[in-house]
Nanobody, 122 residues
Framework: VQLVESGGGSVQAGGSLRLSCEAS????????MAWFRQAPGKEREGVAA???????NYADSVKGRFTISKDNAKNTLYLQMNSLKSEDTAMYYC?????????????????WGQGTQVTVSS
């Protein structure tokens, strides 16, 4: 499995960014794909997830501001981030896992991208 993130950068508070994750090499008929983030000195946290049926779930801290989506034709996962805050500053990673039961955002993911840095200045 190969996951390649892009779209990170530096933005002022209140601004927007769209992250992309090009995925290849996975053969799961049903799957979860998710965005996680990790800030320096903090644990990794799940941000948003989507399954192969298009069901989504979000961390409370980003609800109403972030939107996860996927383009199946392009095998690409997106994260649209609006109204960014300084606390959104982190390295953002995408991940994929086969879909079983439960909430995708709470899955254990084994396949990860290399990450893309998002820095929000206040």
């Amino acid at each position: 499995v190969q996951l390649v993130e892009s779209g990170g950068g530096s933005v002022q508070a209140g601004g927007s960014l769209r992250l992309s994750c090009e995925a290849s090499g996975y053969t799961y008929r049903r799957y979860c794909m998710a965005w996680f983030r990790q800030a320096p000195g903090k644990e990794r946290e799940g941000v948003a997830a989507i399954d192969s049926d298009g069901n989504t779930n979000y961390a409370d801290s980003v609800k109403g501001r972030f939107t996860i989506s996927k383009d199946n034709a392009k095998n690409t996962l997106y994260l649209q981030m609006n109204s960014l805050k300084s606390e959104d500053t982190a390295m953002y990673y995408c991940a994929v896992a086969p879909r079983f039961i439960g909430v995708c955002l709470r899955y254990e993911y084994n396949d990860w991208g290399q990450g893309t840095q998002v820095t929000v200045s206040s």
